[in-house]
């Protein structure tokens, strides 16, 4: 496997392409140095989290033969200020369902993606706490 980076400009523009040719701007914003026109490496990450649980959700709701109407991923984070680098310090991952669905299977496969099938959870676990809410239908829970 393999992705490249290329720099698009004079400053830190960079466009990620994989193998099948899908692309991911990356910069920063101009008080970084950048030009602001791609996501930061860091939001990067948490947006990877995002995706990564999210797929696995919805894979699994699928094989539940579940109603998912409706599906959205939010991601609260926290970075250190004052260390170099900046690492995470705290990051929310709340997901909002929609749909006919048994809260029952829900909770299993958000836990089943973050404790067991999610790559990037399993890597950011190690030095950041990840807490974990979702709603269904407006109806709150957390693992």
Same mark, same amino acid.
């Given at each position: 496997m393999r992705v490249t980076l290329s720099r698009v400009d004079d400053k830190v523009h960079f466009v990620g392409?994989? +193998?099948a040719g899908n692309s991911l701007h990356l910069d920063t914003g101009p008080e970084e140095?950048? *030009?602001? /026109?791609?996501v930061g490496p860091m939001q990067a990450v948490i947006m990877a989290l995002g995706g990564? *649980?999210?797929i696995d959700i919805v894979l699994i709701l699928k094989k539940q033969r579940e109603d998912l109407a409706g599906f959205d991923v939010? !991601?609260?984070? +926290?970075?250190?200020?004052e260390a170099t680098p900046a690492l995470f310090t705290n990051i929310h991952i709340h997901y909002v369902f929609t749909g006919r669905l048994n809260p029952a299977k829900?909770?299993?496969?958000?836990? !089943?993606? =973050?404790?067991?099938y999610c790559s990037v959870a399993r890597i950011l676990e190690?030095?950041?706490? =990840?807490r974990v809410t979702w709603s =269904?239908?407006? /109806? *709150?829970?957390s693992l």
């Open positions: 392409t994989n +193998e140095g950048g *030009s602001g /026109q791609g990564c *649980s999210g939010t !991601l609260d984070y +926290e970075r250190d200020p829900v909770r299993r496969a958000v836990d !089943l993606s =973050i404790n067991k190690k030095t950041t706490p =990840i =269904i239908n407006g /109806q *709150s829970y």
